[in-house]
Structure formats: structure tokens, C-alpha cells
């Protein structure tokens, strides 16, 4: 079924390139820290109960949730569907390099400071859903990506604090080797790849 797009204020019909989701598992088995997961408990973009539950489980700066190890080539990008809950601030991240880093406010959908190597990008979807994107730059390596819970819009790398208690809703993640977010590409154990869509005649 042709998906239509319009950016230009009329419908088109949105081709897009190949593309991989290069996680495993798109939508469960995060691995936490000073956080907890709760699956199956809000619903997502989809319309149904699929999105999870981050919430805080102590006061600091190291409140996450994180991928595991992801071999990727320059550029990378990292997207997640997010929803407000009682915080405000979020900031993606890969545990690479200092200048991999986007703070987004939850709440307004407001792109904050960002890393020298990133560029950002967020969609609104409805029922308060955002869907942000970090596409970092500068080298190729192998590492986990990471959203934190954070305080403040202009937080410096993995610098935000959260209190216990913090939550926000989230869902859908996907790290591509490509400059910019392709659409959502789910996975449930091992990587996907979605072939390039062409229109003839």
C-alpha cells in the first residue's frame, strides 16, 4: 500500500532508500540503569498497548536506558518515539563521543543543545507522541545508544539529573546508517532490513 507524503502540502507517494534498524529488539529488552521498565503500558503510536513506562528509580545523573553494543559507519542515526509523562527533558546520546549528544523537551517538543557532531530532527505524531532523531558524525565504531532522563534542555553530555519518580513514555527504536530517520523498522530478536521502494511506469 503506497504511503503518501505531504511536506509540499499536496499527497506524493514517500519512496525510501534501503534502509536497516540495526537493533535486535526495537521495542523491549533495554538494558537499565537507575531506571525501571515497564512493557505493554501505555498505548503507542500504533494504537495499541505496546509502548513501555520509563521511570526513575533514584536521584542522580546516570538515569538511562540503553541498546546494546551496535556496530555503525558514519553517519548514524538514532530515533525513538517519545511521550511526556512528569518529566520534561530527555537527551539521546551514544556512549562514544562527547559530541553525540540531543536534548529534547518532552513536553513541547523543542529541540535543545546538541553536540558539535549532531544534527536533530522530531516529528509530532498524535496522543502527545514525538518522534526525535539524533544523526551523529565523525567516525565509525561500535557502541550502545543510550536516552537519559534529564532536567533541563541544555544539559552537557550525560549532565542532566532526575529525582525518583521521573517518567516518560517511550517506544519504537531504531539506529540506521543513514543521515537522516527512514520510517520505523520493527524488530523482535535479531536486525531488519527493508528493501528500496521503486515506482515504475
Partial sequence: VPRLDYTNGTASILLEPQSTNNLSNSNDSFSVNNTLVTYNNANSPEGILNAFKVQSTTSGTSNYLRTESVAFTDPVTFSVFVKYGNVQYLQLLTSKSDTHFLNFDVENGIIGTKGSNTVGEFVQYSNGWYRVSATFS?????????????????????????????????????????????????????????????LNN
Avoid: K
Fill in 138 to 198: 565523525g567516525f565509525s565504531s561500535s557502541n550502545n545508544f543510550r536516552l537519559y532522563i534529564s532536567n533541563s534542555n541544555s544539559a552537557s553530555y550525560a549532565g542532566g539529573t532526575a529525582t525518583i519518580g521521573d517518567f516518560f513514555y517511550s517506544y519504537g527504536w531504531q539506529i540506521e546508517n543513514v543521515s537522516y530517520a527512514t520510517s520505523y523498522i520493527p524488530t523482535s530478536g535479531s536486525t531488519v532490513t527493508r528493501a528500496a521502494e521503486t
